[in-house]
């Protein structure tokens, strides 16, 4: 089955970290972009970070510092390393992979920030 699921979200206190996955499963993982989104509750999808398949590494302004993405193509799994949260990152995270034209999309993950 081709999918993409996340995991690791959860509800973190200020200042806190989680890494959150994503896993796939039904395409080549390795010649894929990756990427992760956010949608904040009444806001639009954001994106935060991307991974392309030669590993370069792409970060959001505000997320510069705070988040690492890697990836395991060995384990088909990309990674979002969120250090420093804030109660601003709470929202749905969502992982994307695209090769070529073709993209897919996970069903999302959870995070909230709070005390």
């Known amino acids: 089955e081709v999918q993409l699921v996340e995991s690791g979200g959860g509800l973190v206190q200020p200042g806190g970290s989680l890494r959150l996955s994503c896993a796939a499963s039904g395409f080549t993982f390795s010649m894929s972009d990756l990427t992760w989104a956010r949608q904040a509750p009444g806001k639009g999808l954001e994106w935060v970070s991307g991974?392309?398949?030669?590993?370069?590494?792409y970060y959001a302004d505000s997320m510069k510092g705070r988040f690492t993405i890697s990836r395991d193509n060995a384990k088909n799994t990309v990674y979002l390393q969120m250090n420093i949260l804030k109660p601003e990152d709470t929202a749905v995270y969502y992982c994307?992979?695209?090769?070529?034209?073709?993209?897919?999309w996970g069903q999302g993950t959870q995070v909230t920030v709070s005390s």
């Open positions: 994307k992979a695209a090769v070529r034209r073709w993209s897919l």
């Open positions: 991974i392309d398949n030669d590993d370069r590494t």
